[in-house]
Structures are given as structure tokens and as C-alpha cells.
């Protein structure tokens, strides 16, 4: 059975950081893909940063560049998500979600092309 286990979500002000993790089990965590993704109230799910273990691709959402970073701990089979200098319209609940894929770039943030999906953890960023 696939488990995806996020946490690391909170009450943060802007320009705090947050670094939420994704722990993964019963699928092989170098052949997976792994994205974060985010939902706002009202709002349709986004891509935020999403990691081809195999490929080696990464995507970022274009309004966090520069302020997040996706990285893995394979012997963990744990993606983080850092957050920096984050803004109130980072506000939303965080996903994050495995293909048992390599995912190109072209479809890396798709939220279709992920089999399967964790529970989401809120991120809040207000003053």
C-alpha cells in the first residue's frame, strides 16, 4: 500500500520559512515522481515544485522561484519542500502526491499524472 505522510505545515508571517516533508512508503522512491502541490480556498490545485527522482527534473511554480527548494532524502524516501520569504498568497493547503512515473517536464505538474496523493498540510502565512 502507497502512503504519503506531509507535515510541517503552520501560522507563519511573511518572509518567515516553513519546510514541509513528504514521507513515502511502499512504492520505489527512485523511479517516483514526487510533487507539492496547493490548493487556495476558491482557487483551483496548482503545481508548486514537483521531482523526477529518476530524470532528475525539477519544476518550479513560477511565482516561488527563487524562494522555494524541492530536495530528497532517498534514505528516508522524504521530499522537502523549503519555504522562504514566503508571502500571504502562499496561503493554501499543501499536497504532495507520487507518480509511479518518470514525468517529462511538459508533464510534471499535471495533477492527473499522479497516482497518488497525501493528506494536505495548511500553510498559513499572515501577520
Known amino acids: 500500500e502507497v502512503q504519503l505522510q506531509a507535515s510541517g505545515g503552520g501560522l507563519v508571517h511573511p518572509g518567515g520559512s516553513l519546510t514541509l516533508s513528504c514521507a513515502a512508503s511502499g512504492l520505489t522512491f527512485a523511479e517516483t515522481t514526487i510533487g507539492w502541490f496547493r490548493q487556495a480556498p476558491g482557487k483551483e490545485r496548482e503545481g508548486v515544485s514537483c521531482?523526477?527522482?529518476?530524470?532528475?527534473?525539477?519544476y518550479y511554480l513560477n511565482s516561488v522561484k527563487g524562494r522555494f527548494t524541492i530536495y530528497t532524502d532517498p534514505t528516508k524516501s522524504t521530499v522537502y519542500l523549503q519555504m522562504n520569504n514566503l508571502k500571504p498568497d502562499d496561503t493554501a493547503l499543501y499536497y504532495c502526491a507520487a507518480s509511479g512515473l518518470s514525468l517529462i517536464l511538459s508533464e510534471i505538474r499535471t495533477p492527473a499524472r499522479y497516482n497518488y496523493w497525501g493528506q494536505g498540510t495548511l500553510v498559513t502565512v499572515s501577520s
Open positions: 521531482i523526477s527522482n529518476y530524470l532528475g527534473t525539477e
